[in-house]
């Protein structure tokens, strides 16, 4: 975004007006390529407020752990207002108390393509227009920045941030999926066999080492107790093995079903590098093209997993 | 003792020979990145860089998740333990020295921990050192260093055409008796290499003071400040190389009681049976990271639990570093 | 050599309901090798606690509530309170159950000759309690401690604990016993009130004696400031601590308290030694 400074102002303002108590919002990272979630309460911290591509968290994931009734204010992306939008309709969140600040994305970077990349260790990364400019010590080099977009920001159907109270910045008509690009992880998974497409879970998931990190960086993930670390009875099977983490990797989705908003937190989150958007976006497509349902569209349909209604055509078999 | 020579074309010929009576664990490119596991050819062996993995190779001797028993009729077997020889190559040397910290766990004479102490036993650990450090490793600040010694059999520096070979334990020194021997000017280039390798504006932390002011602050409510953006999850720990925690579980349609990595950043990890849990919020369990690493290993080994391998810095999913962690609770810098 | 984490077969002898509500029990378990029994004995000391084992349970700690002069059998008092606790309270003698221990320190009773004891419990903590004065009343030990003086509390009488033995203990001239409940009941001679009030009122005097507190964290809380008051020194003053185990050998790193073990360090701890523990309890 080109002029941050009027997201700063906003957030001051509600802050010095008392409209909140407290501000979510990113600054920078200790180490190049990575920014950090920042939580304001004063009004002079609003100026290390930043918003870059390497901001790669769904800050909507914070809410959780804050009171209610706390009044809070957020900068919301795209994804983030989705988010908020869903975690309302799951009565998780009070919209009342809450001030979304809606800003422009132009697309999340993948800090580990951009280091593979690299010359060297990355010093110092900025993106300057449609480049990344990195220093490697005292050599410089140039991205094209498209390339480095994260899988689940290309393609993206849902740019304008929806249901905030004050939107900043324009959304920018550019393409994030530019046509030269090869195709996206998810895209070509869905092109191949039953037999191909089982043979990559399973290579993605052996390297699962059920830190959770993809569920805790989730904002759709808020059950005081997870399925797996249910003790009697038992879900799943504990072990880093086949069993145990394609067990996680597969209920997770499935818990995503018409609730997963897209925005490829848990992607970014995994210290291994794990895929696992494809699964919950097919579960999505499957909502949409079964029952006309899409997660964030409207403002008070459950989704259809979570409802029960009385006239279900099915009817549920123990 | 005396330090040997690996010619680099003679690399190949020489872990070969090792195939025959030892498994032999090293780096390997993965989907991830640099991962630790058995070889069969020497060529996949990556050494290049200055990267390590970013899964920790505690797992040669404390495996993710292990079997401890099978259980029939209520009769608890101990399952058959690796029994070839295995030579880690490839370690660096913080997570050389973090098999060693974790010695003082597992490995007691009188009270050993029998399936770490069987792997432990049967292998040896051949360390190469980082001649520039990895981006964001302090290893030089926590009582160790890119060249290290501490847990490795053998630590190995890299020279232009060949690799100079330091046994540094008599098993060490057994396995390389028949290389030939390194010469002066060589073992001049090492050190020189060795020399120039950690990054002058580093500074030694200052361990006993970092310990006490992390007990000052233990009531306070700095953690919750420094703890914020913490998602609770296994990254940090996981990763972490002197990280040993772990939970013991029956899989009853295994018939094995296991044991898995477990981490005191999660929330259940403490939480009891009557409801209560000593650390509710992220707030104490990052207290309890932070001060397990830099105070509890201070008082029990007067070492820090923290070898500067950099890993819970580069994979946080947040960006929550640990260094800046401690100098906002301390005031005081670890690197 | 051993394995820390193997459970050793055990027999269920007998099965006491020991409070009206049934929610607590206690099992006495024997020996299926000699071996075994040989190796818990030479180990054991009062205060000490195993890992019960059931498979598919997991493993739970509790503490041990018999004295080695009563026989070859360990007693636990076990309450039910989840998914391992409610299965032993559903097992049946001549069930097989797994165990591990003795484990952890125990109270330092060879330290402690020549002294008073005053023991002061509360609600099931008080089984290691129980299995320290029977040790300290066994006629071979009696001379060796000065006065003992009890004092033991529970929400009602129906929830208290070893009724037969405490019973008998009023008979005993070379000890004084405190019980006491915690709201007023029809039939009641004792005390009533909470442990603290009564520590208060009974006020044991401090001189060369040593004072073992274990009951609820709540009990635990407000006694030992009293015993303070009193005059005791923290050195002389023990406690036992629970947290959440796994391994129960120092192991697994669940139990920390700051840098000490529970389970290999504790479980007892002197007011001492907790003044400079951080207490994350
Ligand atoms: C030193 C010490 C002494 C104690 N002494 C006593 C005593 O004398 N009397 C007494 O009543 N209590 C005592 N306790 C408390 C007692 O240990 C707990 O009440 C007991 O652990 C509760 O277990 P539960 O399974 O019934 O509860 P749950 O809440 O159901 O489970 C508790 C634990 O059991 C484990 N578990 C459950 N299922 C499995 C499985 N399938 N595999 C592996 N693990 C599993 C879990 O890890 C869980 O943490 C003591 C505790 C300590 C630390
Ligand atoms: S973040 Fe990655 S490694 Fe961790 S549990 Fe999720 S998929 Fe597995
Ligand atoms: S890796 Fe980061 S987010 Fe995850 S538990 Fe550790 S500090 Fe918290
Ligand atoms: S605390 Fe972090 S830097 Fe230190 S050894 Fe562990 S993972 Fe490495
Ligand atoms: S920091 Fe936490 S997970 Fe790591 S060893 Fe210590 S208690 Fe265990
Ligand atoms: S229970 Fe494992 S360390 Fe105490």
Redesign the interface.
Known sequence: MDDFSQVRKEAARILSEKIVDMVIGFKQ???PL??????ITSQEDTDKLILDGFC??NLA??LH?QPKDKRIGIICRACESRAVRALVIEHQVNRENLYLIGVPCMGILDW?KIQDAADG??TNAQESGDQILLEIGDKKQVLIRNEFIVDSCRGCGHREPIDVDIQIGEISPIEMNADNLPQTWGESFKSKSADERFQLFT?ETE?C?????C???CPMCYCT?CFV?H??P?WS?????PG?TQAWHIIRAFHQTGRCVECGACE??C????KMVYLTDKLNDDMKKEYGFEVGENEEKQPPFATITLDDKNRFKY | MMPKLIKKIEFDKTISKWFKSYDVIAPVSSKEGIHFKRIKDPKEIKLDGNQNSIYPPKNVFLPQSEVLFTVKNDNYEMPDQAPRKRIVFGMRPCDARAVWLLDTIFNKADDLDLYWGKRREKALIISVGCASMCSNGFCDTVGSGPFGKDGSDILITELDDAYFVDPLTSAGEALIKSLPEADDTQGKNAKLIQKGSVIKEHQAADLPRIREKLYEAFNTSIWKDVSESCLGCGVCTYLCPTCFCFDIVDEIDRSERVRNWDTCMFRVYSAEASGHNPRPTKAERTRQRIMHKFAYWVDNEAASGCTGCGRCISQCPVNLDIREMVQEITSLKIQ | MDNLYEPIPMRIERIIQETDDASLRSFELSFMRDADEKAFFKAYNPGQFCQLSIFGKGEAPFGIASAAWEGKFVRFTVQNVGSFTDTIHHSRVGDSIGMRGPLGNGFPIQDWKGKDVVVIGGGCAFSTLYALTKHIMHADNRKEYGRIVVIYGARSSGLCLYKPDIKSWYQRPDMEIHQAIDVPEEGWDFHTGYVPDVVKDVAPSPKNSVAVVCGPPIMTKYTLPILVEIGFDAKDIFTSLEKKMKCGVGKCGRCNLGPKYICKDGPVFTLAELNELPLDL
């Open positions: 990272g200790t180490i990575k920014s950090q979630p920042m939580f790669q968290n994931v914070f752990d580990k260790p990355v290579e390297r080492i059920r830190c959770y990190a569920r805790e960086a107790e670390d003790i009697a038992r099977e504990s072990m880093v093995t145990g970014r989150a210290p291994m590098d794990i």
